[in-house]
């Protein structure tokens, strides 16, 4: 086998593949053509389901017309032009801009930098120290490995980069501990899911998001909000954060269901505040940074085409409308012995944290058996993850508690 997996235990893995062959709506298919829910949206990000007609053909005219070119200088292209446009009124940043990537650990790299240079824009240079919470997943690039919140993600690779912190990602106490501690007038930014996924799904405590825009401000701490995967109706609005309507945030990070996984993109969606130096004769230099697939035409008309499925199917406030049904579903195997918690309730995502004494392979015996169900659920550290698509009913969330159950009882 000379295809090395991510995230993969390749000695495992060279002597067993699950070859995903066809993609149908919520389902997936093998290559023996066997059926399964697909429950986690592959990786957080199918949102509109699978092999979607108007997405590929928009896509295909696109590359007949102009397949790819960069976007670096003064070069542009009309969907990425559109798709910024429409992002920025959709978001809740004020005077939105919009810089593309080509997907969610990128974007992170984006903030961050952005986050330092914006202060020395300010003449405050000594401003850099980043500061992130544990459970928290940011990608594996540089910064996000850094500011990375999950233990075996972040060790073993020797040093990371320098003045970044992590603190308990339930704790308002603890974040002021640490901006106090470093000092305020050293710390650049906060970087925060508004439910923690790939750690878990971690739902914040109540007023926790408020509280923390509340301490930026005070501070004069910027606020980046990582929605890689709770935008695009995860939570059941356009970029998650919504859900605390007063919360404004001063750069939200974004990839996955833009274009749901159709091509690989993301971007970040910047303050004016931010942004205004470098769009104003003689203010900042260029900020030095970009992809090169960022504005990859084909990729903008597929985000172009989604975003019109989303509009047109009324999709994004269903991860808020089935955020009850899954809770309900999944907590009906709260009792089971194997379960510790089931974490569920706000947006379209849920996680089960096995009981403390389960061995470190409980996680992927329980995605095996629920597998063998015909459901695809996904291992995380201690339990089981899973955010279907938004395309979803009951029949398919009472499958999936049907395929946890079985993987329950083998667990």
């Known amino acids: 086998m000379s295809f090395w997996h991510p995230f993969a235990d390749m000695a495992a893995v060279s002597q067993s593949e699950l070859l995903i062959e066809r993609g149908e709506g919520v389902w997936v298919f093998d290559s023996d053509d066997n059926r399964y829910f ?9 949102n509109i ?3 979607r007609e108007e997405v590929a053909d928009a896509v295909a ?21 559109e798709v910024c446009e429409r992002l920025a009124r959709l978001a809740p940043v004020d005077d939105a801009k919009v810089f593309l990537t080509s997907g969610g650990g990128d974007s992170i790299e984006v903030a961050a930098k952005l986050a330092r240079r914006h202060f020395v824009n300010l003449g405050q240079p000594e401003r850099v120290h980043l500061i992130s919470r544990t459970h928290g997943y940011h990608g594996t690039h540089g910064f996000g490995t850094s500011l990375g919140g999950i233990e075996p ?14 603190v308990p990602y339930d704790s308002l106490e603890a ?27 971690r739902l914040p405590p109540e007023g926790y998001i408020q509280g923390v825009a509340d301490l930026c401000a005070e501070h004069g701490i910027l606020l980046v909000i990582d929605s890689v995967i709770c935008a695009f109706g995860r939570l059941g609005t356009w970029f998650g954060v919504e859900r605390w309507e007063d919360v404004r945030p001063d750069m939200i990070t974004f990839a996955k269901g833009v274009t749901s996984g159709y091509i690989p993109l993301g971007g ?30 084909a990729a903008c008309a597929a985000a172009l085409a989604v975003l019109d499925i989303y509009e047109a199917e009324d999709l994004i406030p269903r991860g808020r409308e089935l955020e009850g049904p899954l809770a309900d579903g999944v907590n009906s195997l709260a009792d089971h012995p194997a379960v510790a918690e089931v974490r569920a309730g706000l947006g379209f995502l849920a996680a089960i944290g096995l009981h ?14 629920a597998r063998e169900q015909g459901v695809l659920a996904r291992a995380v550290i201690g339990g089981v993850a899973m ?10 969330i009472d499958l999936l508690v049907e395929g946890l159950r079985a993987g329950l009882d083998r667990v």
């Open 38 to 46: 697909d429950a986690t949206a592959s990786l957080w990000y199918a």
């Open 49 to 51: 389901g699978h092999a």
């Open 61 to 81: 005219a696109q590359l007949r017309k102009l397949e790819a070119y960069h976007t670096f200088g003064d070069f542009t292209n009309r969907p990425a032009n």
């Open 153 to 166: 993600n972040v060790t073993n690779w020797g040093p990371l980069i320098p003045q970044t912190s992590v």
């Open 175 to 201: 974040l002021e501990a640490k901006i106090l501690e470093v000092g305020p007038d050293k710390v650049a930014a906060f970087f925060c899911e508004p439910v923690i996924g790939a750690g878990g799904v």
């Open 268 to 297: 970040v969606v910047v303050s004016g505040k931010i942004a205004e130096p470098y769009y104003t004769p003689g203010g900042a230099p260029m900020f030095r940074h970009g992809a090169t697939y960022a504005g990859h035409p």
């Open 356 to 369: 403390p004494e389960a061995d470190a392979a409980a996680p992927a015996r329980l995605v095996a058996g």
């Open 387 to 396: 955010s279907p698509p938004l395309t979803s009913e009951q029949e398919h």
